[in-house]
Structure formats: structure tokens, C-alpha cells
């Protein structure tokens, strides 16, 4: 069972994908991990990877295909994985698609948790995070006991710059732009599953499991 998640940033698709790979039993593939598991174990394609990162380069898509490529070819992916933010665009989808052919394999679904931007942007302004220790809560699902103080350590909370509304919508835009045609792609494939990302977490899930079978 080979998945790709598709969403938009704060969408929830990287908690659904983490569900998805504890009951299924297949690896959750993030191209950060690879990145980061590549650099420390001193592959060459970690090496190369790098030499762009270094520079504050994008890892052209050839080299994050190989990496992928390699990732998915190891003896914890043989029953299948889950792939979250990884193709990001259809050059990256096209690649990833012949690199599956030529070793006699390919997507099964594509599964895309749908939120409404206004959601996200009110889902994301409501994080907080603690300056001190990294906790994470949220102004109306995880809020702290005491307004804008950490439970854990006792100091300030903040929202961050990334969570503010202007950086979610530049976000969102870079988003719709360079990943939304994936949804058109997947879906002439015949392999898009849309899910309502509006709901609650449990519920995604289980509208993930009923298209992916019990």
C-alpha cells in the first residue's frame, strides 16, 4: 500500500499520515527525515544533498527523487509507506512516477485532506508556543491553564512568526500555486481520495481507513 498525502500546511496530513503508518504497519516517509537521516549517516547522496543545503539551496528534484527513490527501496517499505510532503510539484510527481516504474512499482493513492484556507489560518493563529521549553498548545483545543503562561515550565507563550495569519496566507499561496495542480494529476490517474480535514481528527481518520480498507 503506497501513499502519498497531499493538504495544505496545517491541514493535519502529517498527524494522519503518522495514524495511518502505526495501523497499517508500513514506514511514515518524510523527506526532512531522509534529508536528515542521509547527512548523519554520510551517504553520498546525503553529502550531496548538503552541499546545496549549506548554501541555503533547494535540493534539486532529481537528487530528492534518488533519496525518496532509495528510502522506499529499504526492507521496512516492502509492505508499502506512507510519503508526507514529498511530491510538492508535478515535475517532482512525474519523476517520482517513472523512478517507481522502472523498479516494476507505483502509487496506490493519493489522499488529500481537504481544509477551507480561512480554516487553516484560524486553526494556526491560535497555536502558542513556549519560549522556554517548546511546548505547544492551542487557544481552543489545547489551551494552557493559565492564559499565555507554559503548564509545563512557567514561562511566556507566543505565537510564532510562522503561525501568524500574514505568514499562513504567503504559505497558502506558495501552496495553491506549486501543489495544488497535484490534486488535477492524481485525480486523471484515477488514484485522488479527498477527506474532509474540517472535521475531527478521529473522524479524518476514519474516513483514511474506509478508503483504504480495515
Do not use: W
Not at 542521509?38 to 537528487?63: C, F, H, R, S, W
Not at 480561512?118 to 492564559?147: D, F, W
Amino acid at each position: 500500500m503506497k501513499i502519498i498525502m497531499l493538504g495544505a500546511p496545517g491541514a493535519g496530513k502529517g498527524t494522519q499520515a503518522k495514524k495511518i503508518a502505526e495501523k497499517y504497519m508500513i514506514p511514515h516517509i518524510s523527506t526532512g527525515d531522509i534529508f536528515r537521516a542521509n547527512i548523519k549517516n554520510g551517504t553520498e547522496l546525503g553529502k550531496k544533498a548538503k552541499t546545496y543545503m549549506d548554501q541555503g539551496l533547494l535540493v534539486p528534484d532529481e537528487l530528492v527523487v534518488d533519496l525518496v527513490v532509495d528510502r522506499v527501496g529499504q526492507d521496512d517499505a516492502k509492505n508499502g509507506y506512507v510519503l508526507d510532503g514529498f511530491p510538492r510539484t508535478i515535475p517532482q510527481a512525474q519523476a517520482l512516477d517513472s523512478a517507481l516504474e522502472a523498479i516494476g512499482e507505483k502509487v496506490d493513492y493519493a489522499i488529500n485532506v481537504e481544509v477551507p484556507d480561512e480554516n487553516i489560518i484560524r486553526r494556526m493563529s491560535g497555536r502558542r508556543a513556549c519560549v522556554a521549553c517548546g511546548a505547544t498548545y492551542h487557544l481552543v483545543h489545547i489551551p494552557p491553564k493559565q492564559e499565555g503562561i507554559c503548564d509545563t515550565c512557567g514561562k511566556e507563550l507566543i505565537l510564532r512568526d510562522d503561525d501568524k495569519p500574514e505568514t499562513v496566507k504567503k504559505r497558502l499561496d506558495v501552496y495553491h500555486e506549486q501543489t495544488q495542480p497535484l490534486i488535477d494529476y492524481y485525480t486523471e490517474k484515477g488514484i485522488l481520495k479527498e477527506v474532509d480535514g474540517t472535521v475531527d481528527m478521529a473522524d479524518v481518520f476514519a474516513a483514511i481507513t474506509d478508503i483504504l480498507g480495515a
